[in-house]
């Protein structure tokens, strides 16, 4: 019977906010199209580490898992980046997991996005929407202001 091709991820761990951070190893069975969020789940599934350690699951965070809101957001492999729209294949091996240090940690890779949310609040940095519309009814946003904001955005996420 063939080995079954696994893929190494290198956890950054911390166990609190005032926590010293530390890391763990997992390996997770490979297949075609697998993500850094559905890696995570794996090792949420059953969390032990490479050297036969059970630990407790890795904490982070994900939301709508389309590449939208950002939630799933870490550091992968030293870059920024979303988990959910993350490829394995397309990583270098091992993949390495660290929180955004942009924010202060909670745990492991989940990080107290808040500040960034009262700061939305207080600009009122959302585009107000009167009612409900049917798709092709709804306003239209000119191409132009869309893509601007759009790339503003960024730091964001």
């Known amino acids: 019977m063939a080995e079954q091709k696994t893929v190494r991820f290198i956890i950054e761990r911390q166990d609190g906010p005032d926590a010293k951070p530390y890391t763990q190893e997992f390996d997770v069975p490979y297949r075609p199209g697998l993500n850094v969020v559905a890696a995570l789940m794996e090792i949420q599934k059953n969390p032990v ?3 036969g350690k059970k630990v407790a699951p890795v904490v982070w965070e994900c939301n709508c898992l389309e590449k939208v ?3 799933c957001m870490m550091v992968i492999n030293g870059k920024a980046r979303q988990a959910c729209c993350s490829l394995v294949d397309k990583l270098d091996q ?3 997991l660290a929180p955004a240090r942009t924010f202060p940690v909670i745990r ?3 990080i107290d ?3 960034m949310f009262e700061s939305l609040k207080r600009i009122q940095g959302w585009v107000e929407v009167d009612g409900t519309w049917e798709v092709k009814d709804a306003p239209i946003q000119n191409p132009y202001t869309a893509q601007t ?3 503003i955005s960024h730091c964001m996420t």
Do not use: M, Q
């Open 49 to 51: 580490t490479t050297d």
């Open 69 to 71: 809101c950002g939630a």
């Open 94 to 96: 091992p993949i390495h």
């Open 108 to 110: 492991d890779l989940l």
């Open 113 to 115: 996005r808040s500040v």
């Open 149 to 151: 904001a759009y790339e």
